[in-house]
């Protein structure tokens, strides 16, 4: 088992930034690749962004390329999102996901979810 734990969500006027962070524990961190997603209400799941196991190699959804970076330190079991630019679009609850597959954008394809954190962008 994995647990994952987000944080870092909260209220952003439009332009501004934020940094998520989802810390791991259970099993090896570093076998895991790391996924973001996001729900907004009345919407399905969507990709955000994911990174592999080593970090080597990211995907991003159209949507947030050039926004937002994703990135992981596997010395501390974490797993982070910058957010730049945020639009009142970007809006939803973020979650992060472990995967023992490379680098997955479908959320079917993860194995454990965090609880969630909610990021609200006003206009």
């Known amino acids: 088992q994995v647990q994952l734990v987000e944080s870092g969500g909260g209220l952003v006027q439009a332009g501004g930034s934020l940094r998520l962070s989802c810390v791991a524990s259970?099993?090896?961190?570093?076998?895991?690749?790391m996924g973001w997603f996001r729900q907004a209400p009345g919407k399905e799941r969507e990709f955000v962004a994911a990174?592999?196991?080593?970090?080597?190699?990211?995907s991003y959804a159209n949507s947030v390329k050039g926004r937002f970076a994703i990135s992981r330190d596997n010395a501390k079991n974490t797993v982070y999102l910058q957010m730049n630019t945020l639009k009142p679009e970007d809006t939803a609850v973020y979650y992060c996901?472990?995967?023992?597959?490379?680098?997955?954008?479908?959320?079917?394809?993860?194995?454990?979810w965090g609880q969630g954190t909610q990021v609200t962008v006003s206009s």
């Open positions: 996901a472990a995967s023992g597959r490379l680098v997955p954008t479908s959320p079917g394809l993860y194995d454990y």
């Open positions: 259970g099993r090896t961190f570093s076998n895991y690749a």
């Open positions: 990174i592999s196991y080593s970090g080597g190699r990211t």
